[in-house]
């Protein structure tokens, strides 16, 4: 089973309104981030948190594959807590890789989901012009070893423990999150489709 963790669980402090139903060209930007992963995973779990149930709403009825869970400590807690429970929430399917992103990266191609299917490597993340960029994409067995990490932990210090390999791919939307109007405004007038 392949599956993708997205997260959104946070306020949308520095947006200054709530990211996941802001909509770019009539779609709102949860359902811009989960459609391109939709068509490449079996499962995807959302993590949510701030108000949930107007996400529950925005996503739940897209597709079967879908599952939405809270994260009941989103505003004490960093993004790493949104991690370990997507994960637990993973733990009894037989995984075989899983993808994971934050919810506020709605340009991501389809086709880098399946080039990054396509390396065999323990953790695979995107490039584009040589910067790093989303979604992570981590073999089955790192589900246990994230849920065992300290939860004082963040992706990043878990992540320089193993060894990663880099894909250069041709998409922007790997670098592409939008965290102020400013960043929303620039992607709306950069991406048409």
């Known amino acids: ?92 399917f037989d995984i075989e890789r899983f993808f994971i992103l934050p919810g506020d990266f709605p340009f991501i191609k389809k086709s880098t989901y399946k080039k990054l299917l396509n390396i065999n490597g323990q953790i695979v993340i995107p490039t584009y012009r040589h910067r790093a960029g989303h979604p992570v994409l981590l073999k089955g067995h790192f589900v246990n070893l994230l849920l065992n990490e300290s939860p004082e932990s963040n992706l990043r210090e878990f992540l320089k423990r193993f060894k990663i390999e880099f894909v250069e791919v041709n998409d922007p939307g790997i670098l592409f999150d939008i965290d102020t109007m400013e960043d929303f405004k620039r992607g709306k007038d950069f991406y048409t489709g």
């Not at 947006?15 to 909509?23: D, E, L, N, Q, S």
């Open 1 to 92: 089973m392949i599956a993708g963790l997205i997260l959104a669980a946070g306020k949308s402090s520095r947006m200054g309104r709530w990211k996941p139903a802001i909509k770019i060209n009539g779609t709102p930007l949860i359902l811009r981030a989960i459609g391109p992963m939709l068509d490449v995973v079996d499962k995807i779990v959302v993590v949510g948190g701030y108000r949930f149930l107007e996400l529950k709403k925005l996503v739940i009825n897209i597709s079967p594959k879908i599952a939405v869970i809270k994260n009941e400590n989103f505003a004490t807690e960093e993004m790493f807590s949104s991690i370990r429970i997507g994960v637990k929430n993973l733990e009894n």
